[in-house]
């Protein structure tokens, strides 16, 4: 039987296996898949976060 592939968040590093639970979740800005505690409430990663705060 084929080992689900394991997943890496870009945002905070943290790997979580293949069969874990994780939610994952798509950044609106950069697009890239992050898991659900380094994403928002406006669908944004926190590093596209903290660039539109700077900007602003």
Do not use: L, W
């Amino acid at each position: 039987m084929a080992e689900k592939e394991k997943f890496t968040c870009p945002s905070c590093g943290k790997e979580y296996p293949g069969d874990s639970n994780v939610q994952i979740a798509e950044c609106r800005i950069c697009r890239r898949q992050h898991c659900s505690a380094c994403i928002d409430e406006y669908n944004r990663c926190v590093p596209c976060a903290q660039k539109e705060k700077a900007g602003s």
